[in-house]
């Protein structure tokens, strides 16, 4: 499939700080989607020591939103990047759409008439 950006690690704002805080990290961060299944996706997104297995991670397509768990993470080919295996955990309805259509375009033709056929 041909990777898609989204915006990684999306500040959550109902949790907001009240007080002033000087985090290297206050915006959302550049990541591609490069694989979707059914339940989730390996994600291209910058490296992080903070991340952790179990870690729940908020992702934006445009202006939808969800939050993924992290279940795998591992080096990526791409210096300072790793690649993140996720499984969706809640995302709007409008964006588990999307990531369903992303999946049907990469989908081999023909696959549902040959699936119909071994039934």
Do not use: C
Request: aromatic share 6%; net charge neutral.
């Amino acid at each position: 499939m041909t990777p898609v950006k989204i915006a990684w690690r999306v500040p959550d704002p109902a949790k907001k700080k009240r007080w002033r805080t000087s985090s290297p990290r206050a915006a959302a961060e550049a990541a591609w989607i490069v694989d979707v299944s059914v339940t989730g996706a390996a994600i291209e997104a910058p490296r992080a020591d903070d991340l952790f297995l179990g870690q729940r991670v908020r992702i934006a397509l445009d202006e939808l939103y969800g939050t993924v768990v992290i279940r795998r993470a591992e080096p990526s080919t791409v210096d300072r990047m790793a690649r993140y295996g996720v499984e969706f955990a809640d995302l709007e309805p409008e964006l588990a759409d999307a990531l369903r259509n992303l999946l049907e375009e990469d989908r081999p033709a023909g696959l549902e008439e040959l699936w119909q056929r071994a039934r």
